[in-house]
């Protein structure tokens, strides 16, 4: 084979080797589409809000409000969302009826998405309750309740409403918040 023969070969070769750069697309030049943006994950330090009926843990690096005295709103400004929640003291005579009116608020906040629910008692004997709905603007939700003197009730509303159907690219915003309220609800008492 002559030095004349293998130049048309390499080059050959070498069209080929580029052609597999365009990742399969028959114009590499256009530019993916803009992804929705990774916020730095917040610190996991949990704290207790006083004044409160009972002791309720929140994540140390939100901002809280109350705007009535039976309740308290959650900030996570770096997420783009706010955890309602409301303590709602009750006695034998009206504890079901008000269980039953949050156990409603969660099922309406669905909607017609999937939910994952999940039902745990604490060390403290609180019966636990959590929402997960991915795809609806309030994807976590909780129910927790002493049985006898207090319902605690709360759920996280995302305020962009492109996030709610953004799934996948808020689902680290979700998970964190979840284990925020998954500490919360342990340390419940």
């Given at each position: 084979m002559t030095a004349r023969s293998v130049?048309?070969?390499?080059?050959?070769?070498?069209?080929?080797?580029?052609?597999?750069?365009?990742?399969?697309r028959a114009d590499s030049s256009v530019p993916r589409r803009t992804a929705y943006p990774r916020p730095v994950a917040m610190d996991t330090a949990m704290t207790v809000p006083d004044s409160l009926?009972?002791?309720?843990?929140v994540n140390s690096a939100t901002r809280i409000s109350?705007?009535?005295?039976?309740?308290?709103?959650?900030?996570?400004?770096?997420y783009g969302a706010v955890m309602h929640v409301s303590?709602?003291?009750?006695?034998?005579s009206d504890i079901d009826e008000v269980r039953a009116n949050r156990v409603e608020r969660l099922t309406l906040n669905s909607g017609a998405h999937v939910a994952v629910t999940r039902e745990d008692i604490n060390a403290a004997g609180f019966d636990i309750l959590t929402v997960r709905t991915d795809g609806s603007a309030t994807p976590l939700q909780f129910l927790a309740t002493?049985?006898?003197?207090?319902?605690?009730?709360g759920a996280v509303y995302?305020?962009?409403p492109v996030a709610a159907s953004a799934v996948d690219s808020i689902?680290?915003?979700?998970?964190?918040?979840?284990?925020?309220?998954?500490r919360a609800m342990t340390?419940?008492?």
């Amino acid at each position: 084979m002559t030095a004349r023969s293998v130049l048309p070969a390499c080059l050959l070769a070498a069209a080929y080797v580029l052609s597999g750069c365009s990742g399969g697309r028959a114009d590499s030049s256009v530019p993916r589409r803009t992804a929705y943006p990774r916020p730095v994950a917040m610190d996991t330090a949990m704290t207790v809000p006083d004044s409160l009926p009972v002791s309720f843990a929140v994540n140390s690096a939100t901002r809280i409000s109350r705007p009535r005295p039976d309740w308290l709103d959650v900030a996570y400004p770096a997420y783009g969302a706010v955890m309602h929640v409301s303590f709602t003291p009750v006695d034998a005579s009206d504890i079901d009826e008000v269980r039953a009116n949050r156990v409603e608020r969660l099922t309406l906040n669905s909607g017609a998405h999937v939910a994952v629910t999940r039902e745990d008692i604490n060390a403290a004997g609180f019966d636990i309750l959590t929402v997960r709905t991915d795809g609806s603007a309030t994807p976590l939700q909780f129910l927790a309740t002493d049985g006898r003197s207090i319902v605690v009730s709360g759920a996280v509303y995302m305020s962009d409403p492109v996030a709610a159907s953004a799934v996948d690219s808020i689902r680290p915003i979700v998970d964190a918040i979840e284990a925020d309220i998954n500490r919360a609800m342990t340390k419940l008492k």
